[in-house]
């Protein structure tokens, strides 16, 4: 990553923050897109000048334009865009509102094709650019509860598809990341209004996945650099499950 810029959406935590920080130990810059400005302010202060915050809602495209924007005004380009940005929503599909679809798919799917479109003039004039969408192992299995978010991650799939298909032409690498269960502090946070202290929560996934734990996210975000780098230069419109083998159980 050494002189390449990256933009990542959902950069104020979890698995953003952790591709963020490889990113920057590699010798890149990183914009770092969020809503919420406390947790990009606390991210940034731990990686210095490399790193810039920019406060976006990216489900409005106007904003998703913003953010890109204001990263070429910082770092005056844009090699690699990683669209981690997300919302979930525990609720069968018998039982969906209208409203939660289109908040999920306003920021899951929406999201994600407005931070390409928005990106894409600067990937192309930057040669070797990468993009890198973040779906779910559930984009490719079927479960209850979580039908509209799994949905959307099905979504991004296809989206990435297509988009490695059209951007070939301009040399620009299109894949896509399939996290399993990754301990993040939304889910930690979630367990503790639940009653659930962290260490109960990581024994929840034990027999789900063949290593019988939850990932980190920087495991995840090992996997969204290389797809990020030159070292994955004959890669393009692939899904990378990052899972412990649960998708062949």
């Known amino acids: 990553m050494q002189g390449r810029v990256a933009l990542v959406t959902g950069g104020g ?12 130990e590699e010798g890149g810059s ?24 920019i406060v976006a ?23 690699a865009l990683v669209n981690i940005a997300g919302v979930r929503v525990y609720r069968a599909l018998a039982e969906a509102s209208a409203e939660d679809w289109q908040l999920i798919l306003g920021v899951n799917v929406l999201g994600t094709a407005y931070c390409c479109k928005a990106a894409l003039p600067a990937l192309r004039k930057a040669g070797g650019a990468t993009i890198v969408n973040v779906s779910s192992v559930y984009g490719v299995m079927g479960r209850k509860g979580m039908g509209q978010y799994d949905t959307t991650k099905a979504a991004v799939l296809g989206m990435t598809r297509a988009l490695a298909v059209e951007e070939a032409p301009h040399a620009i690498r299109v894949n896509a990341v399939l996290p399993g ?6 889910h ?10 962290e260490a109960e929560l990581r024994k929840r996934t034990a027999n ?4 019988g734990r939850w990932a980190e996210p920087r495991e ?30």
């Open 57 to 79: 809602d990216v489900s409005k495209e106007s904003e998703a334009k913003r953010a890109v924007e204001a990263a070429l005004q910082r770092f005056g380009a844009l090699h």
């Open 13 to 24: 935590g979890g698995i953003g923050e952790a591709a963020a920080r490889l990113f920057v």
């Open 208 to 211: 789900e996945n063949l290593l």
């Open 181 to 186: 269960s990754t301990i993040t502090p939304y």
């Open 188 to 197: 930690v946070k979630r367990a503790a209004a639940q009653g659930q202290s």
């Open 30 to 53: 990183v914009a770092l897109v969020d809503t919420s400005a406390e947790a990009l302010d606390a991210v940034v202060g731990r990686f210095g000048e490399k790193a810039h915050p």
């Open 220 to 249: 995840v975000g090992y996997a969204i650099l290389f797809l990020s780098c030159a070292e994955s230069s004959y890669i393009t419109g692939t899904e990378l499950l990052v899972d412990a083998g649960r998708s062949i159980l």
